[in-house]
Every structure is written in structure tokens, then in C-alpha cells.
């Protein structure tokens, strides 16, 4: 047995010794063949350089006896060694190309070939950083590193993108108040009451726009600051049309304004909270009880669709809806109507239902025999004038109108802000005081999409500059919808007018 063992081992370490040598030889072996390889080309190489060599020297040899034969052996032996070089360098089809025409093709390979690697990284930038935006679990440092440079370049380009639109708002607004500014230096202001005319034109800032003022009493205009956009260019009235709708609904009783009703932004909302808060479904609701023909039919007798009568030069008649549109009576689709059209209205509201024909006296003597001319007594009861009165009140004290709030009288009207042709418009027309009415204020703007600039702003500052010289011994709290403070309850107004 041990015999046996003895056997076995013998043939494994011959084995074991067989192996190891076979791969040690087979490692000495690649290094010769890589050796003699490098020999042989580095020899086929030399024999070429040798030959050049041969072909410059026989080139420069002078021509004498037996130079025919010599020179007839270089040129072969020269064409055979430039075949040799040249086809080093070959076309597509084995022809062969100048040094100059591969160092062009070359560089505009690489010139295209770097024009298709930029889009194709920034394509792949895309994709990369979407799939990492969607992938799921914790990104490695690379990727968090990806994404950010990703979202720093995007971010850069939003942000310029964002300033060019910017800077082209900013010279759209420009535009539109230079073209006011023009306006205004046109401006008839005979007959105007020049300090209200002053305020109104330092309300509003330089901004594009009009602004209307006026007695509601007797409609003698205290002044019209651009009077071409405020009697000749009519506007969408925006949510200023409630008033049409509210008046239309009282009057028709198509609805009981004692009852709340479902809004889609507040829930629930009475008249009152629905004109300040300026709801549009409820306004939409209303619309759809009232019907166009009887919408229309209000809106002519209200003065819209038709000229006031004012006496400045260019009136339009505005225009009525020509058919029903589902935001007619929250919106004001499908009317044009005049900034002298609208103040005349809120006057009506305000002394209780005389349209007057607005005029301006142009001269001292018909100033100081003024005398009113009436068109015709709106269809409103005192009642409805009441609750429309409430829902004005409630949008300055505390609605969409908080900026035309002004302590000493109860300032009472109704905001509209939305897209006319292209631009913006923001409306506000309103009266003051409701107990005992003395100034109207109707002010229209215009500017950029991107704008933010209210009309109730402008009528505020209005208000703030001539209030003092209609009203005084008079405060309003804005919390309350036309309370008074108790120093004047049950005390007569006093007024003092220059």
C-alpha cells in the first residue's frame, strides 16, 4: 500500500512540474514575439526612410556622362518609394489625398463632431436629469452633483428668459402712459374745477387712465382727466356690471335677496356680501334668472348703449351685448361701455334715481346760473337702492374697495379688474357721502397683464385731497357699513364748499 502511495505522488508532482513549466515558457515566449514584431517594423520603416534618403540625394546629383541612366534609376526608384509613402495616406477608394485636404477634413469632422456631442449632451442633460428627478431612493454624490449643475443653467435660463419679459411690460406700460400723458396735455379744462382737476391728475401718477368727477346732485362735471379715453374709448366694464344685474334682479324680484345663496368661492352669501366680495357665480345665477332680453333692457335704461349727452367733443355710444354670453352679468362680456356713461349711472344710484345729462359750464356766467338737465328717472324703487347701497358700502369697508376707504364720508362703490382687448383694466366707480351724496368718482386704468395697479387706489387718493372741502365734523369707523360715530348721530351734516 505504501508503494501504491509513493506511486501516485510521484505522478502528481511530474504533473504539478510539467505545468509549471509550460507556463513559464509560454510567458517568456510573448514578450519575444512582441520584440521580434517591433524589429520588423521598425526595420520596414528604416528601409523606407533610406530610400527617401536615396531619392533627395539622386535629385540633387548635376547632370553629366551617363546621368541619363542614373536619373532614369532614381525616378523609378523615386515614384516606387512615393507610391510607397502615399499609400500610407488614401481615400475611400484608394486615391490618394493631399496632407492639406486631410488637415481640413479633419478639423471640420471635428467641428461637426462637436456641434453633434453638444446636442446630443444637452438632450442627454434632460433626460439625465428627468430620470434622476423620477428616480426612486437616495442619489449618489455624482448624480446630486448632475442635478444641480442641471438645475443651476435651467434656473439661469428662466430667470433671463423672465427679465426680457419683464423689461418688455415695463415698455409696454411706458407706451401706455406716454399715450395718456398726450391725452391729457390735450385736455379741454375750460369750465373744470382746477384744484379737483390737479388732485385727480396727481392720483393717478402718471399712470394710463381717466378719472372722472362729478356733482350726482345736479351731473355738473368738476373735471375729466383724459377725456378722450373717458368719452370716446369704451371699455369692458368688467365686474362693475353687477350693479346692472343687481338693480335688474331687485326690480324683476327673480330672486329674494333676504335668502343666502350658494357661492362656489364663500359657500353661502347674501346681495350685500355678494357685491362686496364681487362673487361670480352669484352674479352668473342671477344672470340666468334675469334672461338677456331683460338684462339688455336694464342696461338701456341705466344709460348704457347711448350717448350721455356730455358736452366735450368725440362721445360714443359704447354697445350692448348683440347675444347672451354665460359671464354677461358677473364679467360684463359683450358691453363697451364709456368711463361718462358709468359715472353718470352711479350718480343715478346715488341721488336716488335721476339720470342727468353730465356738463361741464365753460364760462362764470353759465356757472353761476347752472341748471340741471334730467333724461329720465331709472326704474329702481328706494328699496332696492337700499340693499344695492349696502353690498357698495360693504366692498369699501371691507371688500375688494378697502383702498377708496376716507374717514371723513361714507365712500360707497363697486370694483371691476379684468382682460379687455389685451390689456388689463381695473375699474372703480363710487359716490360720496351715502347719507347725503356729494362727489362721484369714476376711474378706469390700463396697463400690462403683469400690472397690479387698482383704481380704488386712484379714487382713495381723489378722495383724500378734496374730501376736506366738501365734508367735515365727520368721521367713519371702517368696520361698519355706513355707522356713523356718535358725535354726529342725530346731528345735521355740515358741508363747506368754496
Known amino acids: 500500500m505504501r508503494k501504491n502511495f509513493r506511486v501516485s505522488m510521484t505522478s502528481w508532482v511530474m504533473v504539478f512540474l510539467v505545468v509549471c513549466v509550460g507556463t513559464s515558457l509560454t510567458a517568456q515566449a510573448k514578450p519575444k514575439r512582441a520584440s521580434s514584431s517591433k524589429k520588423q517594423s521598425s526595420r520596414k520603416q528604416a528601409a523606407k526612410n533610406r530610400t527617401i534618403v536615396k531619392i533627395n540625394q539622386a535629385s540633387k546629383i548635376a547632370p553629366g556622362k551617363g546621368s541619363n541612366k542614373i536619373a532614369a534609376k532614381t525616378s523609378s526608384r523615386g515614384q516606387k518609394a512615393q507610391a510607397e509613402v502615399q499609400a500610407v495616406r488614401r481615400g475611400k477608394f484608394g486615391k490618394p489625398i493631399r496632407e492639406e485636404a486631410v488637415a481640413d477634413n479633419s478639423?471640420?469632422?471635428?467641428?461637426?463632431?462637436?456641434?453633434?456631442?453638444?446636442?446630443?449632451?444637452?438632450?442627454?442633460?434632460?433626460?439625465?436629469?428627468?430620470?434622476?428627478?423620477?428616480?426612486?431612493?437616495?442619489l449618489t454624490k455624482a448624480e446630486r452633483r448632475t442635478l444641480a449643475s442641471y438645475g443651476s443653467s435651467r434656473r439661469a435660463r428662466a430667470r433671463a428668459i423672465q427679465l426680457a419679459r419683464l423689461r418688455a411690460v415695463r415698455a409696454h406700460d411706458d407706451a401706455l402712459h406716454n399715450i395718456t400723458a398726450a391725452n391729457i396735455e390735450k385736455d379741454n379744462s375750460a369750465g373744470e374745477d382746477l384744484e379737483i382737476r390737479h388732485a385727480a391728475i396727481g392720483a393717478l401718477q402718471g399712470r394710463s387712465g381717466t378719472v372722472v368727477v362729478m356733482d350726482p346732485n345736479t351731473g355738473r362735471v368738476y373735471t375729466i382727466v383724459n377725456q378722450q379715453m373717458a368719452v370716446s374709448s369704451p371699455v369692458k366694464p368688467c365686474s362693475t356690471v353687477k350693479l346692472i344685474t343687481s338693480l335688474a334682479a331687485l326690480h324683476e324680484g327673480v330672486f329674494d335677496p333676504n335668502q343666502d345663496m350658494r357661492s362656489a368661492k364663500y359657500g353661502t352669501l347674501n346681495l350685500t356680501d355678494a357685491i362686496a366680495h364681487s362673487d361670480n357665480s352669484f352674479f352668473d345665477v342671477l344672470g340666468r334668472f334675469l334672461g338677456y332680453d331683460r338684462v339688455v333692457k336694464y342696461?338701456?335704461?341705466?344709460?348704457?348703449?347711448?350717448?350721455?349727452?356730455?358736452?366735450?367733443?368725440?362721445?360714443?355710444?359704447?354697445?350692448?351685448?348683440?347675444?347672451?354670453?354665460?359671464?354677461?352679468?358677473?364679467?360684463?362680456?359683450?358691453?363697451?361701455?364709456?368711463?361718462?356713461?358709468?359715472?353718470?349711472?352711479?350718480?343715478?344710484?346715488?341721488?336716488?334715481?335721476?339720470?342727468?345729462?353730465?356738463?361741464?359750464?365753460?364760462?362764470?356766467e353759465e356757472a353761476e346760473n347752472f341748471l340741471p338737465e334730467v333724461k329720465h328717472r331709472i326704474q329702481m324703487s328706494q328699496e332696492d337702492r337700499t340693499r344695492l347701497m349696502s353690498g357698495m358700502i360693504g366692498a369699501v369697508n371691507y371688500g375688494t374697495a378697502k383702498r377708496a376707504f376716507n374717514p371723513l364720508g361714507q365712500v360707497a362703490g363697486k370694483t371691476g379688474t379684468c382682460t379687455g382687448?389685451?390689456?388689463?383694466?381695473?375699474?372703480?366707480?363710487?359716490?360720496?357721502?351715502?347719507?347725503?351724496?356729494?362727489?362721484?368718482?369714476?376711474?378706469i386704468t390700463t396697463d400690462?397683464?403683469?400690472?397690479?395697479?387698482?383704481?380704488?387706489?386712484?379714487?382713495?387718493?381723489?378722495?383724500?385731497?378734496?374730501a376736506p372741502r366738501f365734508f367735515h365734523e365727520r368721521t367713519i369707523t371702517s368696520s361698519s357699513t355706513g355707522t356713523e360715530s356718535p358725535a354726529t348721530v342725530g346731528k345735521a351734516m355740515s358741508y363747506q364748499q368754496k
Open 107 to 138: 478639423r471640420a469632422s471635428r467641428s461637426n463632431r462637436n456641434g453633434r456631442l453638444s446636442r446630443a449632451e444637452s438632450s442627454l442633460n434632460n433626460k439625465q436629469a428627468q430620470s434622476l428627478l423620477s428616480k426612486r431612493g437616495k
Open 299 to 364: 342696461a338701456g335704461n341705466f344709460g348704457f348703449g347711448q350717448k350721455t349727452g356730455v358736452n366735450y367733443p368725440g362721445e360714443s355710444n359704447g354697445f350692448l351685448p348683440e347675444e347672451e354670453s354665460g359671464r354677461m352679468c358677473s364679467f360684463g362680456d359683450g358691453f363697451g361701455v364709456t368711463a361718462i356713461q358709468l359715472a353718470t349711472f352711479t350718480a343715478a344710484i346715488a341721488n336716488g334715481g335721476t339720470l342727468y345729462t353730465p356738463h361741464v359750464p365753460r364760462s362764470a
Open 421 to 443: 382687448n389685451s390689456d388689463k383694466l381695473r375699474l372703480f366707480t363710487s359716490f360720496s357721502s351715502v347719507d347725503n351724496p356729494r362727489l362721484v368718482v369714476t376711474v
Open 448 to 466: 400690462s397683464k403683469l400690472g397690479g395697479y387698482h383704481a380704488s387706489d386712484v379714487a382713495g387718493r381723489v378722495y383724500a385731497a378734496i
